[in-house]
Every structure is written in structure tokens, then in C-alpha cells.
């Protein structure tokens, strides 16, 4: 499985940025794709993940209402919009898949490099 991450930078405070995540490599169904971040010194967090069989939509909360994830089936590829973007949303930002309905959304089984966000002014 190759998840190629994109779309990271330098954003002021109250910005936007979309990231954009390529899945290949696979042949098998999968639970579902999305996105982890972790910034220096603390633990990892679930951001946002979008299922396979329904497109159902998982969003952890501190990004609810501002984050929103989307797949473009015909490219496999994955996006996630981020407005009203705030400083401690600065993260190097993961694209991660499950493959198994079991247990919690976040709890990814496979990620590839990330793309590092910065939001500052």
C-alpha cells in the first residue's frame, strides 16, 4: 500500500489549506482512509477518516465543523479541507488507511510520509 501525502505549508491563522492523499497499490477492500497528525512532543491524534462501503465520515473533535474529508473514487485519491485553521492545528499531517472495521477509526494499520502543516502569523 503507497499513500503519498500533499498539500502542507505555511498558513496564517483563520486560513485554509486542502491536502490531498494518493492511495496505490492495493487490490483489496479496505475499512477506511484518512488522516492522523502529530506535532512535536505530544501523542498522535485522529483527525478524519472517510469509509470505503458508504463514504461515512469520521472527524475528531477538535477539528469538527472546520475540517472536511472527500474521496474522488475515480482517482483514488483522498482530500481534506482545512478552514479556520489555528496554530495549535500545526502538525506534520498523515494519510493513513484501516483496513478492518474493529475497534477505533483512528487506529490506523498503515501511513505514509507526511506533509507538514504550520499555521502562524
Known amino acids: 500500500v503507497q499513500l503519498q501525502a500533499s498539500g502542507g505549508g505555511l498558513v496564517q491563522p483563520g486560513g485554509s489549506l486542502r491536502l490531498s492523499c494518493d492511495a496505490s497499490g492495493f487490490t483489496y477492500n479496505y475499512f477506511c482512509i484518512g488522516w492522523f497528525r502529530q506535532a512535536p512532543g505530544k501523542e498522535r491524534e485522529g483527525v478524519s477518516c472517510?469509509?470505503?462501503?458508504?463514504?461515512?465520515?469520521y472527524y475528531g473533535d477538535s477539528v469538527k465543523g472546520r475540517f472536511t474529508i472527500s474521496r474522488d473514487s475515480a482517482k483514488n485519491t483522498v482530500y481534506l479541507q482545512m478552514n479556520s485553521l489555528r496554530p495549535e492545528d500545526t502538525a506534520d499531517y498523515y494519510c493513513?488507511?484501516?483496513?478492518?472495521?474493529?475497534?477505533?477509526?483512528?487506529?490506523?494499520?498503515?501511513w505514509g510520509q507526511g506533509t507538514q502543516v504550520t499555521v502562524s502569523s
Open positions: 493513513a488507511i484501516k483496513f478492518l472495521r474493529v475497534g477505533s477509526w483512528w487506529e490506523f494499520d498503515s
Open positions: 472517510i469509509s470505503l462501503s458508504d463514504s461515512a465520515t
